[in-house]
C-alpha cells in the first residue's frame, strides 16, 4: 500500500503543477488519477487519463499502440479508499 501512496502523491502532485494555471484543467487532471487509481479489469476508467503515445497513463499507451488486450490493472485502490478519496475531493468541490 505504500508504493500506491506514494505513486498517488507523485500523480496528484503532476496534475496540480501541471495545470497550475488552468483550474478547470486541474480539476479534470484530479479526476483522472482519481479514475485511472480505481481502474480494475472488469472496469476500466482509462478513459479520463491522457491519450496518445506520451501518456502517464500505460493502458492508454498500449490503446494507442493497439495492443491494450494485454493491459493488467495493478495497484488499484481497495474499495473504501477511492470512496474515501472521492469523498474529500467532493467536498473541496474538485
Keep these: 500500500m505504500e508504493a500506491v501512496i506514494n505513486k498517488l502523491t507523485i500523480y496528484y502532485g503532476n496534475a496540480i503543477r501541471a495545470n497550475a494555471q488552468n483550474v478547470s484543467e486541474m480539476r479534470q487532471a484530479i479526476w483522472a488519477v482519481w479514475a485511472h487509481s480505481t ?8 478513459r479520463f487519463c491522457p491519450k496518445g503515445s506520451d501518456s502517464w497513463c500505460k493502458y492508454n499507451v498500449l490503446e494507442f499502440n493497439h495492443k491494450a488486450q494485454v493491459f ?18 467532493r467536498i473541496y468541490h474538485i
Design 39 to 46: 481502474s480494475t479489469d472488469d472496469e476500466t476508467k482509462h
Design 72 to 89: 493488467k490493472n495493478k495497484n488499484n485502490l481497495p474499495k473504501a479508499v477511492s470512496e474515501a478519496i472521492k469523498q474529500v475531493l
